[in-house]
């Protein structure tokens, strides 16, 4: 696949041109790419690009989809100021409540990592994560910032059946099951909110690269928060 370059933001980004109206942009630097991605995001909503229907970050490449195939993507992105700036932008931030009463896979989890369920939980609550990015299914948040001391590989016999809301380990990241869906992540716990209506005109309320955190909840207030959201 042919490539070309291109700066945009204050960055050289490599391009490749993935179908008729999208390209895949891949930032050219050594450090810091998917702030830079997330950052970049925020600026290609800030100036309204024409054509420019849908952005889509992951953790080192960035996805653009225009509404016409016959553009020049150089000379549309020109109208995008240069900014040397890579540092965090303000992103919404979001508390989720988890249930790790509700975990099942806590004796592979603690076997491998060789700490109790408690000393596991409060590392898991005591990080700040930021959504690098949704994949897998829709809704599915990958949140990077986990304590490299619970990383865990996935399972190797992934279930058939995770339930919604169903909150995971696979290697070093952590994540949330958006959706019932089949699974191979560690599970550790539950969270009684939801993350994802089709429905709904945004079906998420979250965006990548909002900050997360955690906080545990007993069995019986998950059990009251599930029926209030049903």
């Known amino acids: 696949m042919e490539s070309e370059l291109l700066r945009l933001n204050g960055i050289l980004w490599s391009v490749f041109r993935m179908a008729e109206r999208s390209?895949?942009?891949?930032?050219?630097?050594?450090?810091?790419?998917?702030?830079?991605?997330?950052?970049?995001?925020?600026?290609?909503e800030e100036v309204e690009i024409p054509l420019l229907e849908?952005?889509?970050?992951?953790?080192?490449?960035?996805?653009?989809?225009?509404?016409?195939?016959?553009i020049n993507?150089?000379?549309?992105?020109?109208?995008?100021?240069?900014?040397?700036?890579?540092?965090?932008?303000?992103f919404k931030s979001h508390e989720i409540k988890i249930c790790y009463d509700l975990g099942l896979d806590w004796n592979e989890v603690e076997n491998k990592t060789n700490l109790?369920?408690?000393?596991?939980?409060?590392?898991?609550?005591?990080?700040?994560?930021?959504?690098?990015?949704?994949?897998?299914?829709?809704g599915f948040m990958f949140l990077e910032g986990l304590d490299q001391r619970i990383w865990v590989p996935r399972k190797d016999n992934p279930r058939t059946k995770v339930d919604?809301?169903?909150?995971?380990?696979g290697g070093e990241q952590t994540g949330?099951?958006?959706?019932?869906?089949?699974?191979g992540w560690q599970i550790i716990g539950r969270t009684p909110d939801q993350f994802f209506d089709i429905n709904n005109k945004t079906p998420t309320n979250f965006t990548a690269g909002d900050i997360i955190t955690f906080r545990k909840i007993s069995s019986k207030e998950f059990e009251s928060l599930e029926k209030n959201n049903g």
């Open 164 to 169: 919604s809301g169903s909150v995971g380990i």
């Open 116 to 138: 109790s369920k408690e000393e596991i939980i409060s590392i898991h609550t005591s990080t700040q994560y930021s959504i690098a990015m949704f994949g897998f299914l829709p």
């Open 54 to 70: 849908d952005t889509v970050p992951a953790y080192d490449s960035l996805l653009l989809t225009f509404g016409s195939k016959d």
């Open 73 to 90: 993507l150089q000379k549309i992105l020109q109208s995008i100021k240069e900014s040397n700036d890579n540092t965090r932008r303000n």
């Open 23 to 44: 390209w895949l942009l891949r930032p050219q630097v050594a450090e810091n790419a998917l702030t830079h991605i997330q950052n970049t995001v925020l600026r290609l």
């Open 176 to 183: 949330i099951y958006s959706l019932e869906s089949p699974g």
